[in-house]
């Protein structure tokens, strides 16, 4: 799933200031 949030976060890049990191926790909330 975080592979596919990838694309979706790219956009929310600016938004986190630590994506991959909130990528993990954030990708859950997104989807």
């Known amino acids: ?3 596919a ?3 979706a976060s ?3 890049d ?3 200031p630590a994506p991959a990191v ?3 926790g ?3 909330l997104t989807y």
Do not use: G, I, Q
């Open 1 to 3: 799933p975080s592979t």
């Open 5 to 7: 949030a990838r694309p």
């Open 10 to 12: 790219f956009p929310y």
């Open 14 to 16: 600016a938004f986190r």
């Open 22 to 24: 909130l990528d993990t």
């Open 26 to 28: 954030d990708a859950s």
